[in-house]
RNA sequence: GCCCCCAUCGUCUAGCGGCCGAGGACGUCGCCCUUUCAAGGCGGAAACACGGGUCCGAAUCCCGUUGGGGGUACCA
């Protein structure tokens, strides 16, 4: 499961950089780089997918890179999360996984030129120095104490870039423009932890030099780091610096940065409850970029046709549940037979059914499920169109049946007609269907009303698949039964003594 | 506090000076279809944050205000 396609030679850090690749010739490269640190969750699943429709429509390389140089905060077991997801969306990337982990001379090769050309200088300052040397300071950062100590690289010393004082560093942005930072904002930043390990702004850029790459499109987050990193980039003497992207964040209804804590948005939360992994990409493709004709429903091929990262909009998006559900029920509904039973499988059989094992039953299944597609919006959502066939023992709503049998006075009279019925028609959606309807004009009401108080008697609720069609496929035995159950259990109002075994037990379970 | 970004229906968005008395989609409301529920069809309500400019003309350009958001770490 790692690279397909494409080379998986790592540019060496000597390689000449890549001019002319920005805006014109040259086949882009570019990265997603997550770091490890919790859940993949649908912003990153938004940026990798983005990344990767810009790579795919323009024949360009896709790099996965893993920043895990935080060791306190990485975890490998978020990794495979990581890739899996990627996977499950039909993200491949041409290279990689990197570890940065696995990268740590690089960093440490350039900090040392770095410190050689005079851009970094030792700092042993803590934190509650710089603090108690200011106090309530209003320009926050580091004071540039240790500037001009000449203090020599050691352990317990950070590197720190020296910054400019004055003029502005421009990073050239496609979603927002140029944008303009003054360098006297810009704190003289540490590069290398007083632990020597590199932070990931000197990793991220020594990387994206030593890999060539040509765009950088990230979350917008990043945006206020990214006059560091063209400092450092332009430190390092490396050619033209990327094109830079930066996506607006997706937020939740609050209007705050999607955050792992406070909300649902793990990518495989998601794929759990049953989202199919095209409405995931299609729905995130629109989350923030819209086609130029508007079309909504866009497979594979048409988003890597149709992307284009001039057209990524620059406002927060709100991650709209419901907008996915939509999107889900489309593509659930457009799946053919043979697919969407392959599809639903996986929620219905052992494991993951909420039944016992054994219980389901696949050919039962697969005479409702064309039913079943209809009406669900996600995966999740099938085995509780089902369960009226395979959950033992079977269960009535009492809401429900207090509703459409217990308060309706002609229920029990309909039901025990139903019964009659039963046992002896054909056995067929259509002669169900009559039994049914007979037993409607019998009472005076319409078939819609009539069915009400057998849906909830056989299948246990007022709402669910077609009546009849679900009936053929449970049987006679089981629905006759159940219906009976109804009535023996006190069904309508007094005791209407139902004529002939009106007394056999729980039926349901068969 | 400081730096930066953003601002069209509840939501995702189209719009890049006249075609906009603002279009689509989700959601919502009503009707139709109908064995329940969905799906589908039809119809409705629903937005250019505010104030100044520029211009013959502004949702579209500029400035300001307000309001959101992000960053401010020896996290990424």
Redesign the pocket.
């Known amino acids: 499961m790692a690279a397909r396609g494409g080379c998986r030679r790592l540019p060496d850090a000597g390689d000449q950089p890549r001019r002319g690749v920005k805006a014109t010739g040259g086949s882009p490269r570019v990265r997603f ?3 490890p ?1 919790g859940y993949f969750h649908v912003g990153g699943a938004r940026t990798a997918l983005y990344n990767w429709l810009f790579a795919r429509r323009l024949g360009g390389t896709f790099v996965l890179r893993i ?4 060791r ?2 990485s975890d490998d077991a978020w990794i495979s999360g990581i890739l899996s997801a990627l996977e499950w969306l039909g993200i491949s990337w041409d290279e990689g996984p990197y570890r940065q982990s696995e990268r740590l001379p690089l960093y440490e090769k350039a900090a040392a030129e770095l410190f050689a050309a005079g851009r970094l200088y030792a ?5 509650a120095d710089v603090e108690a040397r200011n106090p309530g300071r ?5 004071d540039g104490y240790c500037r001009d100590r000449a203090l020599t690289p050691g352990p317990g ?2 590197l720190r870039f020296r910054t400019p004082d004055e003029g502005v560093t421009l990073v050239h942005d496609v979603v ?2 140029d ?4 360098n006297s ?1 810009i ?1 003289d ?2 590069v290398v ?3 020597g390990d590199p ?3 000197l ?1 991220v850029v020594v990387d994206d030099i030593s890999m060539g790459i040509t765009h950088v499109i990230r979350a ?6 990214t006059p560091k990193a063209v400092m450092l980039w332009e430190a390092l003497g490396a050619g033209p610096v990327p094109v830079f992207a930066h996506l ?2 997706l ?1 939740n209804e ?4 999607l955050s792992k804590r406070r909300d649902r948005v793990s990518v495989e939360d998601y794929r759990a409850m049953g989202i199919l992994p095209e409405a995931m990409r299609n729905y995130l493709a ?5 086609p ?1 004709d ?1 079309r ?1 429903v866009l497979d594979l091929e048409e988003l890597v046709s149709e992307f284009r990262l001039e ?1 990524v ?6 991650f ?1 549940e ?2 996915l ?2 999107f889900n ?2 593509y659930i ?1 457009a799946l053919d037979e043979e697919e969407f039973l392959r599809r639903a499988l996986p929620f219905l059989e052992p494991p993951s059914g909420p039944w016992a094992p054994g219980r389901f039953d696949r050919a039962q299944f697969e005479r409702l499920a064309p039913l079943v597609k ?3 919006a996600t995966l999740g959502e099938v085995a509780g169109m089902v369960d009226f066939l395979f959950a033992d023992p079977f269960v009535v709503d009492d809401h429900d049946r207090a509703t459409s049998i217990g308060r309706d006075p002609g229920a029990r009279a309909l039901l025990e007609q139903v019964a009659e019925g039963f046992r002896s028609c054909g056995w067929d ?1 259509g002669s169900i ?1 009559a039994v049914v309807t007979a037993a409607a004009e019998a009472s005076g009401r ?3 009303k009539a ?2 108080p057998v ?1 909830v008697a056989t299948m246990g609720r ?8 679900s009936l053929e496929v449970l049987g006679r035995e089981r629905a006759l039964g159940r219906v009976l159950s109804a009535l023996g259990a006190g069904a309508g109002t007094p005791a209407g003594t139902g004529p002939g075994g009106a007394a056999q037990p729980a039926g349901g379970a068969g």
């Open positions: 780089a997550p770091s640190t920043e895990d140089t935080d306190e905060r700092c042993d300052c803590s934190r209003t320009t926050p950062g580091y010393r950070a927002r423009g944008v303009e930072f003054p904002t704190e930043f540490v932890k007083s632990s932070l990931f702004v990793a917008e987050e990043h945006l206020p780091t607006p964040v937020v609050k209007r705050q940065k629109l989350l923030g970029w819209s130029a508007g909504e057209d909009n620059n406002s927060p998006a709100f709209d419901r907008r559900l939509h029920g489309l509904r209809e009406r669900v959606a269907r319409k078939l819609a069915q009400a849906r007022a709402v669910g698949l077609p009546l009849f069609e």
